[in-house]
Protein backbone atom coordinates (compact mmCIF):
# COMPACT_ATOMS: atom_id res chain seq x y z
CA UNK A 1 0.00 0.00 0.00
CA UNK A 2 1.72 3.31 -0.94
CA UNK A 3 0.95 6.14 1.96
CA UNK A 4 0.94 9.63 0.88
CA UNK A 5 0.47 13.04 2.57
CA UNK A 6 -0.89 16.04 0.35
CA UNK A 7 -0.63 19.65 1.82
CA UNK A 8 -0.81 23.05 0.77
CA UNK A 9 3.07 23.31 1.15
CA UNK A 10 2.11 27.44 2.73
CA UNK A 11 -0.18 25.84 5.55
CA UNK A 12 1.37 26.60 8.86
CA UNK A 13 0.98 22.94 10.36
CA UNK A 14 3.26 19.77 10.79
CA UNK A 15 2.24 16.62 10.03
CA UNK A 16 3.06 13.27 11.19
CA UNK A 17 1.90 9.38 9.82
CA UNK A 18 1.53 6.75 12.35
CA UNK A 19 0.46 3.34 11.18
CA UNK A 20 0.04 1.30 14.28
CA UNK A 21 -3.09 1.95 16.28
CA UNK A 22 -2.37 -0.34 18.89
CA UNK A 23 0.15 1.74 20.17
CA UNK A 24 -1.94 4.06 22.00
CA UNK A 25 0.91 5.47 24.29
CA UNK A 26 3.28 6.64 20.93
CA UNK A 27 0.15 7.86 19.32
CA UNK A 28 -0.71 10.60 22.52
CA UNK A 29 2.60 11.37 22.55
CA UNK A 30 3.01 12.40 19.06
CA UNK A 31 -0.68 14.28 19.45
CA UNK A 32 1.42 16.73 21.85
CA UNK A 33 3.36 17.92 18.59
CA UNK A 34 1.27 17.54 15.85
CA UNK A 35 -1.55 19.79 14.58
CA UNK A 36 -2.90 16.51 12.61
CA UNK A 37 -2.63 12.89 13.00
CA UNK A 38 -2.94 10.58 10.37
CA UNK A 39 -3.69 7.27 12.02
CA UNK A 40 -4.44 3.70 9.22
CA UNK A 41 -5.22 0.31 10.79
CA UNK A 42 -6.55 -1.48 7.28
CA UNK A 43 -9.88 0.45 6.43
CA UNK A 44 -9.86 2.69 9.13
CA UNK A 45 -8.09 6.01 9.06
CA UNK A 46 -8.87 8.86 11.73
CA UNK A 47 -8.01 12.43 11.87
CA UNK A 48 -7.05 13.94 15.21
CA UNK A 49 -6.71 17.80 15.21
CA UNK A 50 -4.97 19.05 17.92
CA UNK A 51 -7.87 21.42 19.95
CA UNK A 52 -5.35 23.58 21.49
CA UNK A 53 -3.58 24.52 18.31
CA UNK A 54 -6.67 24.70 15.81
CA UNK A 55 -7.37 28.23 16.59
CA UNK A 56 -4.48 29.64 16.12
CA UNK A 57 -3.33 27.52 13.36
CA UNK A 58 -6.69 29.02 11.64
CA UNK A 59 -6.16 32.36 12.49
CA UNK A 60 -2.54 32.17 10.86
CA UNK A 61 -3.84 30.69 7.74
CA UNK A 62 -6.51 33.42 7.51
CA UNK A 63 -3.96 36.35 8.18
CA UNK A 64 -1.71 34.84 5.84
CA UNK A 65 -4.09 34.42 2.96
CA UNK A 66 -5.22 38.16 3.40
CA UNK A 67 -2.09 39.16 3.49
CA UNK A 68 -1.30 37.43 -0.27
CA UNK A 69 -4.67 38.70 -1.49
Not at 34 to 51: F, H, K, M, Q, S
Request: glycine share 2%; net charge negative; no cysteine.
Amino acid sequence: MNNSVIKDPTFPMRHTQVTELKNTAKIADLAKDVDVLITRNGETIAYLVNPERYEALISAWNELQIKGS
